[in-house]
């Protein structure tokens, strides 16, 4: 089965594992720099007033994704 989603909708204070991240090559490395890459388990913590960005714990520390980033990291629930 598989149940993969984008890392936008996943829900609160739940952990996911990252599976693949599509997005273009200058914020790939920036990305892989904060921690996020495939295997790793990121969970979401706090949304902003207007819902953009999310805040994510990766590896201890916390870091904020905005969404059209995050439509482009692809997850599954663990």
Not at 61 to 76: G, P, S, Y
């Amino acid at each position: 089965m598989n149940n993969k989603i984008s890392l936008d909708k996943i829900n609160l204070n739940e952990d996911y594992l990252i599976e693949n991240i599509l997005l273009d090559e200058q914020i790939l490395q920036r990305i892989y720099d904060l921690g996020l890459i495939e295997n790793t388990v990121i969970k979401a913590l706090y949304k902003s007033p207007f819902n953009d960005p999310t805040a994510y714990l990766v590896r201890g520390a916390v870091i904020a994704i905005r969404d059209n980033d995050a439509k482009k990291i692809f997850v599954r629930r663990i």
